[in-house]
């Protein structure tokens, strides 16, 4: 391996702006991760040509794969930026890093993309707890511990877009709900309190836009950061939305 490693960066100054590409050259250091790339760039910004330029825009916050909103497409592939190694990047090429945005959602600037129509979708399916109020209820229902390990897996999502990047059905002109909402629609149906909106989240994926429109493809648990089992997620969504169907026509 080198001294440095070369980071190529596809760059947007505005949402209606032309992409251009831009390669920066940074010292190489053991177990420096792509944001760590992106802050030096941010302190020297100048290209491998010598040319002076502004800093890469993107976004990141909690540094430890949490928050999910470092995410961009590293090396051809969705992924987070703060767990994206170089040596582990470069180990099997010639050292050049390739940076995208993701490009199921509207670009902002540079490497930094407007995510609300993923938020949408959360607020479409009603992903929360309800309450009444903040004030002391007592214990709540209990929950069997195969129930818990069952589901919580699907807590751990960061809303970090990996699975719609991923996914063919998932576009910027359609109205599909995505993985990631659907398996949270799965968890809060699956949870004590919030099963008593379980009928609202059933409306959502069945209506357009919603689990009729998944294919199958399974490209959403594979880029998954967390290892969220997302086909059983759209498998239980599924029988769902398919009882929930013939009950509405049997009048129930």
């Not at 910027?172 to 699956?190: C, E, M, R």
């Amino acid at each position: 391996m080198g001294k440095t490693v070369t980071i190529a960066v596809q760059r947007r100054d505005r949402p209606d702006a032309s992409d251009r590409w831009e390669e920066f050259e940074i010292p190489r250091e053991s177990g420096l991760n792509i944001t760590g790339c992106l802050q030096r760039i941010a302190a020297h910004p100048v290209t491998v040509e010598g040319t002076k330029t502004t800093p890469v825009s993107y976004d990141a916050c909690c540094l430890e794969e949490v928050c999910g909103a470092c995410t961009m497409v590293i090396n051809g592939r969705v992924r987070q930026a703060c767990s994206a190694l170089v040596d582990e990047l470069t180990e099997h090429s010639s050292g050049k890093i390739t940076l995208e945005p993701m490009s199921k959602f509207p670009v902002v600037r540079d490497l930094v993309v407007n995510r609300q129509r993923m938020f949408d979708s959360l607020t479409r399916v009603r992903a929360w707890v309800p309450v009444d109020g903040y004030f002391d209820r007592g214990p709540g229902p209990q929950e069997s511990q195969e129930a818990q390990e069952a589901d919580y897996p699907l807590s751990r999502c960061m809303s970090c877009g990996c699975c719609l990047e991923a996914c063919p059905q998932f576009t910027l002109t359609n109205d599909f709900l995505g993985a990631a909402a659907i398996s949270q629609a799965v968890l809060f149906n699956s949870h004590p309190v919030a099963t008593f909106e379980s009928g609202k989240r059933n409306e959502a994926l069945v209506a357009p836009g919603g689990i009729a429109d998944c294919g199958n493809a399974q490209m959403c648990v594979k880029v998954c950061p967390k290892d969220i089992p997302l086909t059983d997620s759209i498998a239980r969504a599924g029988r769902m939305a398919t009882v929930h169907t013939i009950k509405n026509w049997l009048g129930r």
